[in-house]
């Protein structure tokens, strides 16, 4: 298996690369990203109810991982149990970032990413620092992806090519060769008959010779002689 030289633990612990991949980036949630909870939970931690939301929301930061590498994007999220998403750039339709009033203020935001077939967001990294930036890392990453498809691709329509025409070749030298055949028998064919028909006249001529042997010829003296008196 083949890792990028230095992984975080904690990614570590639950990603699984394929052969040669590697990892490109990984992050979280902004920091900064909880605090519209602790606006909320701060006044309402007086009835404990704030607390809870406090809690949850860091729970969920600490919890949430992105990853992108070389062949796709990673999510996991989960408290107690753990649920990993993985989405490969071949299926990656398009992608887009969000920013709320204190996710521009303080630098973060969500990247949407869609899937070619799939029923609106496939996959959101939530909060993350820079968004146009990962944004524009996975926008990379798709783009590679195709061109090294497309190229791959190529080869194998050369591929298929090159044997249709090795096919071709052998096609046409049985062709070849078989006309160079059929004009031998022909060529011989003309001598064969001149001799058959040679032989014939011969047989002919012999017979009218024959025929001729065997006539009596007629004595001039009988057609001529006269009634006897």
Do not use: C
């Not at 230095?6 to 920091?31: A, F």
């Amino acid at each position: 298996m083949s890792k990028s030289p230095v992984i975080d633990p904690e990614i570590d612990d639950w990603l699984t690369l394929d052969q040669d991949e590697e990892i490109v980036w990984s992050g979280k949630p902004h920091e900064s990203s909880l605090i519209p909870a602790l606006i909320i939970g701060l006044p309402l931690a007086l009835v404990l109810v704030g607390l809870f939301i406090i809690a949850g929301a860091y729970l969920h930061r600490e919890n949430m991982q992105y990853v992108v590498t070389t062949d796709g994007l990673y999510k996991k999220t989960g408290i107690i149990s753990r649920d990993v998403q993985r989405i490969d750039f071949g299926k990656v339709q398009n992608t887009s970032y969000s920013q709320g009033f204190f996710g521009s203020q303080f630098g973060y935001g969500n990247v949407d990413i869609s899937t070619a077939g799939g029923s609106g967001i496939e996959m959101q990294f939530q909060s993350v620092p820079e968004p146009r930036e990962v944004q524009e890392l996975i926008n990379k990453r798709v783009k590679a992806s195709r061109g090294k498809s497309a190229t791959e691709s190529g080869e194998t329509k050369r591929d298929v090519l090159d044997e249709i025409l090795i096919e071709l070749k052998e096609i046409r030298s049985t062709l070849e060769a078989q006309q160079d055949s059929v004009g031998d028998t022909a060529a011989t064919m003309p001598n064969v008959d001149s001799s058959e028909e040679r032989h014939s006249n011969n047989e002919t001529d012999s017979e009218l010779n024959e025929s001729e042997g065997t006539k009596q010829p007629t004595d001039p003296s009988e057609t001529d002689q006269g009634p006897s008196r």
